[in-house]
């Protein structure tokens, strides 16, 4: 009989050990996740854990209460990221942890749950699937370029080098800085907040051995950059930014053809570019470009789905929200999006 707990005592080895032996586990379900999500953005985290007869770990299904003004009271997992969900040895764990999720749900008044996975699973759950994920298969370098790349992409990565364009890595507190700053600037040009500085600052801190920095730099300053968190055979394109002043130096085509040719030599077998929204055409094609094929993402809610701000760029809300934000200063829109930020996903 499967026996489901809320955040119970879980030795870190114990936990981490099961992640890693499970063949649909991604970094969003480790401890170290947890602990950027709780110490940077300060959510409440609720861990279902599920042991068989035997007491052995069998499923787990992570969450986070995000207690909103702006989006409501709701349980997710997991905030910002694109996929997560439960991961369990049989079809009766994974119901084990679902079912008291949605109790879970109820006992915090929470207006809604939101479980996200990459491929569709029977949760019993209404499904919306607006969003897409654009996966590579990784090969050799040299045959990717000749036959996976689209010729705009080999065009833009020797365009970037002709530039004098340079990628490094790097792994500091500073470097992490300079590409909050570089989010914090991209993301007002879309016009929505930042990721907040601790969130990176975390990542360096609790993710090392998974994480990769990026920067690219030209005429001594850093005009874009890419975090990669890499885990169980895939290189995930997690976070990407960049300064709008030096787009025509195309350091974002330079960053992702390192990173793509640093991946598979690493041994990874795919590419994942993360979360695209399906109204987002340009996005698509950039992801594109490189070989990577677009998936359909799938959110599944209880009680029922909710209208989402973020599911319809053509909405009077999101207009107005993201117009009135790329008209802030670089400094206030610094100043307001910690605030914000937390609050969305």
Request: hydrophobic share 40%; glycine share 6%.
């Amino acid at each position: 009989m499967t026996t489901v707990e809320v955040n119970p005592p879980v030795s870190v080895e114990e936990w981490q050990a099961y992640v890693h032996s499970h063949s649909e586990a991604t970094y969003y379900h480790l401890p170290q996740w947890k602990a950027v999500i709780e110490e940077s953005l300060r959510h409440k985290p609720f861990y279902l854990f599920a042991r068989d007869g035997e007491g052995k770990l069998c499923g787990i299904l992570p969450l986070f209460q995000i207690r909103s003004m702006l989006t409501s009271n709701r349980l997710v997992s997991l905030p910002f990221s694109h996929t997560c969900g439960p991961i369990a040895d049989s079809e009766e764990a994974t119901m084990a942890l679902v079912d008291r999720a949605k109790r879970l749900c109820d006992e915090l008044s929470c207006s809604y749950m939101e479980i996200r996975t990459i491929r569709p699973v029977s949760l019993g759950l209404e499904v919306n699937d607006h969003f897409l994920v654009h996966l590579m298969k990784l090969s050799e370098p040299k045959e990717m370029w000749q036959k996976t790349l689209a010729r705009v992409a080999r065009w833009a990565v020797g365009r970037a080098r002709k530039e004098d364009v340079a990628i490094k890595t790097y792994d500091s507190v500073e470097a992490c800085q300079a590409f909050h700053s570089l989010n914090l600037r991209g993301k007002k040009r879309l016009g929505v907040p930042g990721h907040p500085r601790e969130f990176f600052l975390a990542i360096h801190k609790h993710m090392k051995g998974y994480c990769r920095l990026y920067l690219a730099e030209y005429h001594n300053e850093f005009i874009a950059g890419a975090l990669m968190v890499n885990f169980n055979g895939v290189a995930g394109y997690a976070y990407a930014a960049s300064h709008d002043q030096y787009l025509k130096q195309f350091p974002n085509d330079l960053l992702t053809w390192q990173a793509i040719e640093d991946g598979s030599k690493q041994g990874f077998h795919t590419f994942d570019f993360g979360k695209t929204d399906s109204e987002n055409v340009g996005l698509s094609h950039f992801k594109e470009k490189w070989g990577a094929k677009p998936e359909k993402l799938y959110f599944h809610y209880y009680p029922k789905a909710p209208v989402l701000v973020s599911s319809n760029r053509s909405g009077m809300k999101y207009r107005v929200f993201t117009g009135v934000w790329r008209r802030l200063p670089l400094s206030l829109a610094g100043l307001l999006s910690p605030a914000v930020f937390r609050q969305l996903d």
